[in-house]
Every structure is written in C-alpha cells, then in structure tokens.
C-alpha cells in the first residue's frame, strides 16, 4: 500500500456511540494532521502531530480525542457526537511542519443520527 | 484571523480554453502556497506548490504568485472535461498552519 489510508471510509453513528476513524500513512513522513470538511466551509485544521507529539488542537470539542501511537499510525475517537458534526473527516501527512506540502487520504464520511 | 479568499465559482470554460483560478491571503508573513484538485466525493489532491514570486510552470499547470499583492493564481492550459473538480488555494501561515480557501468549482464544457 502507499499513501495515506483512512477507514473506514463511511461511518454512520447515534449520538450516543463511541467510534473510531483510523489513518495510516506508508510515506515514512513525521506529521499528521486531522482536518473536518463541511459542506460550504473550507477545510477546518482539527489536530496536529508531529514526531507523535499533539502541537496543535484548534479548540476542538473533547467529544472529539486523538492518538497518535507512532508516526505511522493517527485515530479519532468520537464520542457523543451532535448532528453538527456530521462531515467529511480527513487525515493527512507531510514530511515535516515546514514548507512541505500535505497528502491526504480519501476520507470518512461520517454522518450523525 | 487569517484567510484565503477564492471565488466559489462555478467557473465553466469550453473545452481547449485557458481557466485562470485566483486565491488572494491576508497573512503577509506566508511563505508556501498549494493548490489542490478536489473531485466529488474524494479527497484534495496536490497539483501546485510554489514557493517564491514568478511563475511556475508543469504541465498544462502554471502557479503564479505575487507576495506584494498578496495573490496567487492558477492557470490551466488546453482545459479538459477531466479537469472539472473543486480546486482548492492552501496557504501556509506565518504560523506554520495551512490555511485551506473554500475552493472554485471548475466546469469545463465539451
């Protein structure tokens, strides 16, 4: 496999579930990042890893936790989540949090009930 | 707080015509610029990156940047049906964030 894979790729949940959404990247890169896309926003920076270190989380709601077990691997554990959040979930990698540009993966929809 | 601006389209070009998609920042201090490919239903996808004022060019792709004025822009050359997407300015901030625009949608006729 090469590039960066998320699963699943559609999730439909109630409000009370408590979920997972899985990334992995085969690029040998260092940061990762979780981003939220809606529909008629742009594209929302969620967490940031780097060397498996959280440097950044954007005033995320805690319903919303991230690992990052190594540099390979980034989760997004839901829990309790609101209609509001149903959206597209993506994950990307870069080599570094330099000029490097992101890869990211096909997504997961997540819809909430 | 920091922007990109982008029209949200859609822009319809004829097939074998030039689309010209344009990106304008609030934060002075960026350095990196992207441009990414978005098709319904997946993920972006880089097709540009520049780094320093001018242009750049790969392919039927060339990236223009103008730091002074705080624009960049993205042409497409001998425009193809296969081209409609999403296509979506990125700018990394002074802070290290990239900082996504909402992204014009290109129709290119046949």
């Known amino acids: 496999e090469t590039g960066v894979t998320q699963t699943p790729r559609h999730l439909v949940m109630g409000m009370t579930n408590k979920k997972s959404l899985k990334c992995e990247q085969h690029?040998?890169?260092?940061?990762m990042y979780w981003y939220k896309q809606s529909a008629k926003k742009p594209l929302e920076l969620m967490f940031v890893?780097?060397?498996?270190?959280?440097?950044e989380n954007n005033s995320v709601p805690s319903r919303f936790s991230p690992e990052c077990p190594n540099s390979s691997h980034l989760f997004l554990h839901l829990h309790t989540l609101q209609p509001e959040d149903s959206a597209l979930y993506l994950c990307?990698?870069?080599?570094?949090?330099?000029?490097?540009?992101?890869?990211f993966g096909d997504g997961t929809r997540l819809s909430i009930l | 707080q920091k922007e990109v601006e982008q029209n949200s389209g859609p822009l319809s070009v004829p097939e074998g015509a030039i689309a010209s998609l344009n990106c304008t920042y609030s934060?002075?201090?960026?350095?990196?610029f992207f441009w990414y490919r978005q098709y319904s239903g997946k993920s972006p996808e880089l097709i540009m990156s520049?780094?320093?004022?001018g242009d750049k060019e790969d392919g039927r792709f060339t990236a223009q940047l103008n730091k002074a004025s705080q624009y960049v822009s993205l042409l497409i050359r001998d425009s193809q049906p296969s081209d409609s997407a999403t296509y979506l300015c990125?700018?990394?901030?002074?802070?290290?964030?990239?900082?996504f625009g909402k992204g014009t949608k290109l129709s290119v006729k046949p």
């Open positions: 990307a990698s870069s080599s570094d949090r330099s000029n490097q540009p992101q890869h």
């Open positions: 690029l040998g890169h260092n940061a």
């Open positions: 890893y780097n060397f498996k270190e959280q440097t």
């Open positions: 934060d002075r201090g960026s350095q990196s």
């Open positions: 520049i780094y320093s004022n």
């Open positions: 990125a700018v990394r901030g002074s802070q290290g964030n990239l900082i």
